[in-house]
């Protein structure tokens, strides 16, 4: 039996992944809304980031409306967004 292949995740410099770390850190500290978009998932992660996991590195989003928390490995976040300016 084969094995399906999955596609790998996309590979990102130190810079990239540190600017990503920025975003999410300043809008951890500003309690603001934003829209993550996260590889392998057809729908983006919205809410607003309660918790930033060191040990697990795990990004933890509260959304707003289902009270319903995401937890999203930091290495799948491909995106930050603000939704005020989609």
Not at 21 to 33: C, D, F, I, K, T
Not at 37 to 54: A, F, Y
């Amino acid at each position: 039996m084969a094995k399906a292949k999955v596609a790998k995740r996309p590979t990102r410099d130190e810079f990239e992944l540190e600017e990503l770390g920025n975003q999410l850190v300043e809008a951890y500290h500003e309690r603001s809304e934003v829209l993550l978009t996260v590889w392998g998932k057809e729908e983006q992660v919205r809410g607003v980031i309660i918790k930033l996991d060191s040990r697990t590195r795990l990004v933890h989003v509260e959304h707003t409306e289902e009270e319903f928390m995401a937890k999203v490995p930091f290495l799948d976040i491909m995106r930050v967004d603000s939704p005020r300016f989609m």
